[in-house]
Each structure stands twice: as structure tokens, then as C-alpha cells.
T-cell receptor
Framework: EDQVTQSPEALRLQEGESSSLNCSYT??????LFWYRQDPGKGPEFLFT???AGEEKEKERLKATLTKKESFLHITAPKPEDSATYLC????????????FGKGTKLSVKP | GAVVSQHPSWVICKSGTSVKIECRSL??????MFWYRQFPKQSLMLMAT?????????EQGVEKDKFLINHASLTLSTLTVTSAHPEDSSFYIC???????????FGPGTRLTVL
């Protein structure tokens, strides 16, 4: 069964304190792994797509990496506005394109 | 680019009534759209995959007669919650992908409260 597990469930950081979020996955065949940011009461906002092990993507203070079993979202020198829930999802080869989501990591950055 | 809208953003209805939620891709055409449901402090759960011009594919456990999906054009899909009950209260979110693109872009969501 295709599955996505994210850890930790919640993470509290001080402004400027770098850290990483983990996404472990099992999928029959990976078409793509996606990272989204979701603010309370809003739909997810697309961040990154990763397709193959070793791939990396960066955007401002965020950097996503991928191995054959997991992905990391590294946050460098976070700011309070980075506070949100970060969702990881996988898309399987042969699917209709639907995403399988993890439960997310709720990040709080204190000034 | 890749903007998806939903209407309404929130709705309150009485038990037993039906509610329609619209999902539109504003700047691209989408052969396939997806409907998700999200309960408080939970992640997104796929309800159904909506294909333009054909019947939707529902996930196991989702009642197709209760959650009616119509994908009438390449830019519009609708979800109708029929005979809504308090347990249907949730945050409903749609998503869509431009042709040839794997990424899904999400709408802002619709908060449904059934009294």
C-alpha cells in the first residue's frame, strides 16, 4: 500500500534556528514527490516537485532533497512568516495523477 | 499562472439540504480535477477524481450518490453534497493540473458547516 509518513508532527523553532522536516514514503513506483505549504483555513500552496533520488530544489529559505525512501525539507534561518503546516505527497506511476498525502508537520517560528 | 478558484468559500446549511461547490481553473484547462476533504488537524483525503466528459472515480468509502461530481467543461468541476448531515461538515478542497504537468494546484477550499 502506498503510504507517506511525516515527522515530526509539530516543530517549534526560534527565528534563525535552522532545521529539517522528514517525509518517508513507500510507493509502488514514484512518479513524483511534492511539497506543499498550507496556512490555516486555506488550500495547499505548491512548493516543489522532486522526481528522482539525488534531486534537490531550492526556493528562498527552503531546500528539498530526495532519496529512494525519504525526502527532507530543510529550512535555513526561518522567519515567523514561515510558520505553516508543510505537507508532503507522492504520486504513483500508473495512477490517475492523484496525490497521497502525509499528515503534515506544523511549523511554528517564534521571533 | 495555474490559479484555481472555489465558490463559495464557506457555507452553512440545514441538515437535509443539498450544497453545490464549484471549482474553476482560471488560466488553464484541466482534463482532470480532484476533490479532497480535510477534517480539523488531519491531512487531505482524496474523495474522487473528476474527468471532463465522463463519470468521476470515487475512492473507497465515499458514497457516489451522496457526493455528486460533474465535470462539465475543461475549466469547471462541481461537487454537490446531497442531503447533508452534520457529519459532512468539513473543509472541501479541489485541485487541478494543467495538461502535461504533474503538479496539482489547489483551490482555497470551501468550509461546509451543516447544522
Amino acid at each position: 500500500e502506498d503510504q507517506v509518513t511525516q515527522s515530526p508532527e509539530a516543530l517549534r523553532l526560534q527565528e534563525g534556528e535552522s532545521s529539517s522536516l522528514n517525509c518517508s514514503y513507500t510507493v509502488s513506483g514514484l512518479r513524483g514527490l511534492f511539497w506543499y505549504r498550507q496556512d490555516p483555513g486555506k488550500g495547499p500552496e505548491f512548493l516543489f516537485t522532486l522526481y528522482s533520488a539525488g534531486e534537490e530544489k531550492e526556493k528562498e529559505r527552503l531546500k528539498a532533497t530526495l532519496t529512494k525512501k525519504e525526502s527532507f525539507l530543510h529550512i535555513t534561518a526561518p522567519k515567523p512568516e514561515d510558520s505553516a503546516t508543510y505537507l508532503c505527497a507522492v504520486q504513483a506511476v500508473g495512477s490517475q495523477g492523484n496525490l497521497i498525502f502525509g499528515k503534515g508537520t506544523k511549523l511554528s517560528v517564534k521571533p | 499562472g495555474a490559479v484555481v478558484s472555489q465558490h463559495p468559500s464557506w457555507v452553512i446549511c440545514k441538515s437535509g439540504t443539498s450544497v453545490k461547490i464549484e471549482c474553476r481553473s482560471l488560466d488553464f484547462q484541466a482534463t482532470t480535477m480532484f476533490w479532497y476533504r480535510q477534517f480539523p488537524k488531519q491531512s487531505l483525503m482524496l474523495m474522487a477524481t473528476s474527468n471532463e466528459g465522463s463519470k468521476a472515480t470515487y475512492e473507497q468509502g465515499v458514497e457516489k450518490d451522496k457526493f455528486l461530481i460533474n465535470h462539465a467543461s475543461l475549466t469547471l468541476s462541481t461537487l454537490t453534497v446531497t442531503s447533508a448531515h452534520p457529519e459532512d461538515s468539513s473543509f472541501y478542497i479541489c485541485s487541478a493540473s494543467p495538461s502535461g504537468v504533474h503538479e496539482q494546484f489547489f483551490g482555497p477550499g470551501t468550509r461546509l458547516t451543516v447544522l
